[in-house]
Structures are given as structure tokens and as C-alpha cells.
């Protein structure tokens, strides 16, 4: 199969010698039947993989341009030459040429403007449009000035997505729960746009008040290679982590700044337990190099609900919880 520079010099060679609307005058009419008549021998020659007839139909000092690269062929042999490496290992392709317009610019000279398509028994089909200026010398009309650019028939490549990174936390997807008699922390988390990030909001009720909320977002970093996260709390902290993980142990490295300025590191543990389950807890918590107690392993559970949770991302508490 010839490569997609080739493939379009195939395609605005053979596009090129097609002609369009019908002139009033019968002169042009007959220029323009000469034209179709080339355009049909031309294709046909193409379907044999005849490239010298091909290149007959192109003047001496003719030019191709491939506008989508910018590379270009002068002259008659070295389109010969050209068609001759596209048509290697191309034996099935055919052409399809459809005509937009032709005008004439002089009795010499006209402008032919359409689309062209190369077809393929196991591969897309190619598809171009082209521009195509036709000289007429010594009584024959010749193609003189060719180009084309590709068109966008092929399938829509997918959007970019660090899924691959993240899938192993696909299983937080959900809404999640850890209440007792006195508060309940709801988080809510879900994949963005193309799953690129996981977003994750939460809140901690108290006596029926929202005592803190906040937001985490969780997301592969291409430069460092790992997955970190971010997260910004009602009460104007935030921190910055780190996510590794052995098994089914999540362990996040933390850093941020608490409302009031101080610095703070910490440690935090998720673990999974089942589909519907998983642990939280805290370690090695400091706030401007004072250590602070650790929080004991709190047990989260999925939030029963009737129809599927939109996804989710792990509880992440302040780090002055």
C-alpha cells in the first residue's frame, strides 16, 4: 500500500484531468470533453498500474504539491518515478475521481477542483481534494499544476486519556460513607472528561451542619510518572500528594499548607477490602515539625443507592482532621 504522499499523487494525478461544468461555448465544450476523455484514460491507466501513460498525460516541467506535508515532485520522470514506488504493493487500489468544478481561466488554461479517493480491499479508504491547473500545447491538454491535501475521512483518532494509569483505582468509582452517631463524611467522586482525571468532593456533616467540604482531584503526572493529587478544603487548606501503592494498599504522601500558613506532611493509607469496602488512615501527621496523633483505621463504605454511582475517588480528610 503506497504511503499517504504517494497515495495523494496518485489521487490528484487522476483527479486532475477530469473536468467539470459545461462551457456555453463550443469551444470550451469540446476543451472540456478532451478533458473527461483524458480523466477516463487516466483512471483507467491507474487501475493497471500503467504509470507511463500516466505520466504522458503531465507536462515536462509539471509540479505536484501535497499541501498537508508541503513536499512536492517537478517534472514528468519524476512523477514516473514516483507513481511507480506508490503502485508497489498497491495492486488492489482503485480510484474514484469526483468532479467539484472546472473553470477556465483562458482558452489554454483551466481550473479543475474536486475530490479523489483511493480505495483499498484491506485498508481505509484514502481521500483527497485537489486543485488541478490544465495547460493545452500543441493541441493536447496536459496536467500542468497539481495539488492536494487530505480530507478527514478517516475514523476520529480517540482523545488522549491517562485511564491506563489510573484504572487500579477504578474501583473507588462510587459514592462512599463513614458515619457514626455524632457526623457522617460523604465523599462523591467521578471521572472527568475522557477519564483523565478522577474528581472527588466531600463533606463532613455534624449535627445536621456542614462542618468542613472540600474538593480532591487525582491525576497521572507525565513528567514525574505517578499518580498525585490535589486537594482543596472549605477552610482554605490544601495539599499536594504523592500515590504509591504494594497490592491492594494505597499510601499517599502528603504536603500542604494549613489555613492559617503553617506547613504540613503527612501520610495517609487507603486499603481495599472488598467491591464495597475500603479503609482510610492517617499517619506521620506534622504541622510546622510538630508531630500530631495518628488517626486509627476508619472503615468507608459504598452508599447504597438505586441506580449506578457515578464514579469516585478515595476520602481524603484535612490535614488537621
Given at each position: ?15 486532475v484531468i ?6 456555453a ?23 493497471r ?24 515532485v ?6 514516473a518515478?514516483?507513481l511507480?514506488y ?9 480510484l ?11 482558452p ?13 480491499s484491506k ?12 495547460v ?11 495539488s ?6 478517516k ?49 463532613a ?7 468542613r ?10 513528567v514525574?510518572k ?20 504494594k ?20 501520610t ?8 464495597n ?14 508531630m500530631?496523633?495518628?488517626i486509627?483505621?476508619?472503615r ?6 438505586e441506580?449506578p454511582?457515578p464514579?469516585?475517588a478515595p476520602?481524603?480528610t484535612?490535614?488537621?482532621?
Amino acid at each position: 500500500m503506497p504511503t499517504e504522499r504517494h497515495t495523494k499523487i496518485l489521487f490528484a494525478t487522476l483527479l486532475v484531468i477530469i473536468a467539470g461544468s459545461t462551457s456555453a461555448r463550443a469551444d470550451q465544450a469540446a476543451d472540456e470533453a478532451a478533458i473527461r476523455a483524458n480523466a477516463a484514460k487516466y483512471v483507467e491507466a491507474y487501475n493497471r498500474r500503467d504509470s507511463r501513460t500516466m505520466a504522458s498525460m503531465w507536462s515536462p516541467d509539471a509540479v505536484y504539491t501535497d499541501n498537508s506535508t508541503g513536499e512536492g515532485v517537478v517534472g514528468r520522470e519524476a512523477i514516473a518515478k514516483q507513481l511507480d514506488y506508490a503502485f508497489a504493493g498497491a495492486e488492489d487500489a482503485k480510484l474514484v475521481v469526483n468532479i467539484g468544478s472546472v473553470e477556465f481561466v483562458s482558452p489554454n488554461v483551466a481550473i479543475e477542483r474536486g475530490t479523489a479517493e483511493v480505495s483499498y480491499s484491506k485498508s481505509p479508504t484514502e481521500k483527497t481534494e485537489y486543485s488541478a491547473v490544465h495547460v493545452k500545447r500543441d493541441g493536447h491538454w496536459l496536467l500542468d499544476r497539481v495539488s492536494e491535501v487530505e480530507v478527514g475521512d478517516k475514523p476520529p483518532q480517540a482523545p488522549p486519556s491517562n485511564y491506563e494509569h489510573l484504572k487500579e483505582l477504578e474501583w473507588m468509582i462510587g459514592s462512599w460513607v463513614d458515619e457514626d452517631e455524632n457526623a457522617t463524611v460523604q465523599t462523591d467522586c467521578a471521572w472527568t472528561k475522557n477519564r483523565n482525571f478522577m474528581t472527588r468532593s466531600f463533606a463532613a456533616v455534624v449535627r445536621d451542619q456542614v462542618a468542613r467540604a472540600g474538593m480532591q482531584v487525582v491525576g497521572w503526572d507525565p513528567v514525574a510518572k505517578r499518580i498525585r493529587s490535589w486537594v482543596f478544603d472549605s477552610d482554605g487548606g490544601y495539599l499536594e500528594g504523592t500515590w504509591s501503592h504494594k497490592g491492594d494498599k494505597w499510601i499517599v504522601q502528603q504536603k500542604g499548607t494549613v489555613p492559617d500558613g503553617g506547613q504540613t506532611t503527612s501520610t495517609n493509607i487507603f486499603t481495599r477490602v472488598d467491591d464495597n469496602t475500603f479503609t482510610w488512615q492517617a499517619i506521620d501527621r506534622q504541622v510546622d515539625g510538630e508531630m500530631l496523633p495518628n488517626i486509627d483505621e476508619i472503615r468507608i463504605v459504598r452508599k447504597p443507592t438505586e441506580s449506578p454511582a457515578p464514579a469516585a475517588a478515595p476520602v481524603v480528610t484535612s490535614p488537621t482532621k
